[in-house]
């Protein structure tokens, strides 16, 4: 069920923009479980300073968002279920900000429908 609301959500990003032949690549969502974002305590940056975001946007021709997210060199989570582990992930959402090791996909995640 958590794949086929991904494919939902990038499917709608993506309807003005689809044309035959185009790929997407399936990237996970970090979802599964309450998590704590561990590993270096990463830095608040601003969307706009990040030049992937804004040429992602440019591409996709959507406004850079406002705002900031919290920008880690690696983020790992700790899940608490279905079982205990940590697990390195490109994206996290967890108080009430965005936490991303990939920003594109952080970008790509905060602009879905499915986002907090």
């Known amino acids: 069920m958590d794949a086929a609301l991904r494919y939902r ?32 305590a990463g830095r608040e940056v601003a969307w706009a300073a990040l030049p992937e975001v804004v040429a992602a946007c440019a591409v996709l021709r959507v406004p850079v968002p406002d705002g900031s997210l919290w920008l880690h060199e690696r983020l790992t989570v700790e899940l608490s279920r279905p079982e205990v582990r940590r697990l390195d992930v490109p994206v996290w959402w967890q108080d009430n900000r965005w936490h991303a090791s990939d920003p594109v996909r952080a970008l790509l995640a905060a602009r879905s429908e499915l986002s907090p």
Not at 10 to 26: K, M, N, Q, S, T
Not at 27 to 40: C, K, M, N, R
């Open 9 to 40: 959500a990038v499917f709608a990003l993506l309807e003005e923009r689809w044309h035959p032949g185009i790929r997407v690549l399936e990237v996970g969502s970090g979802s599964g479980g309450a998590a704590d974002p561990g590993g270096p």
